[in-house]
């Protein structure tokens, strides 16, 4: 699929479904908050939500007081519920409408958060753009949290193909730079009452 027609796909999703009608949505997303929070850094530090679209993650950040919250997808119109929801809230939020795998971050990050963008990258030159671009953008004795379909799950989300990963595809994927510190595993209930195991990991970039 081109990154047009992947922008296309996304953009009438968000056009067409409200956010707590697709199958990825969560009222709290109870893990990735706990695997933040395991991080044991500041509030203070910089932190960025790869497809975080129409996500209450940063609702939730904000509220626990983080204060550097970037929020990342390839649909504006996914970005915009999200504005509405926060109301004034959202000025606080540093917003981009962009493709992660095109991505020239303005600043570095201390924790980069990912709930299925990376399993989507089924082009094996998708994901080394998306690595050079974590690379670069991800500090040193900072955190990746990334969660995916866990083998044996689903093959396809939202009509698209999928890659399914385990800590040890993962960790070879993301290369020698990253130790694995904290995995765990959720049985996502979607809103038409099918389940979706999905696998989270967190690694740490290394000095």
């Known amino acids: ?12 999703i968000y056009q067409n479904k409200s956010p ?22 500041s509030n203070d530090v910089e932190i960025i939500d790869i497809g975080g679209g129409a996500s209450t993650l940063s609702d939730c950040l904000l509220e626990k007081g983080y204060t550097h919250v970037t929020v990342l997808d390839l649909s504006e119109n996914a970005l915009e519920h999200s504005k509405q929801r926060l109301g004034e809230k959202a000025n606080l939020i540093d917003w981009h409408v962009e493709d992660i795998t095109q991505f020239s971050a303005p ?3 201390y ?8 399993h989507f990258l089924t082009d094996v030159n998708d994901r080394e753009k998306y690595k050079n671009v974590l690379n670069a953008s991800l500090k040193t004795g900072g955190y990746v949290i990334i969660a995916a379909f866990a083998i044996g799950s689903a093959t396809k989300c939202s009509g698209l193909e999928i890659v399914q990963y385990h800590a040890i595809k993962l960790k070879n994927e ?5 130790t694995l510190v904290e995995q765990g ?5 979607t809103p038409a009452g099918n389940t979706q195991i999905f696998g989270y990991y967190s690694f740490l970039k290394n000095n």
């Open 1 to 12: 699929m081109s990154d047009i027609n992947k922008k296309s796909h996304w953009e009438n």
């Open 20 to 41: 707590s009608e697709v199958s990825w949505y969560q009222d709290t997303p109870t893990i990735s908050l706990e695997l933040i929070s395991a991080c044991s850094l």
């Open 107 to 109: 600043k570095r990050y």
């Open 111 to 118: 924790i980069w958060h990912d709930k299925a963008v990376f």
């Open 174 to 178: 993301l290369g020698d730079n990253f």
């Open 185 to 189: 595993t959720e049985n996502h209930i």
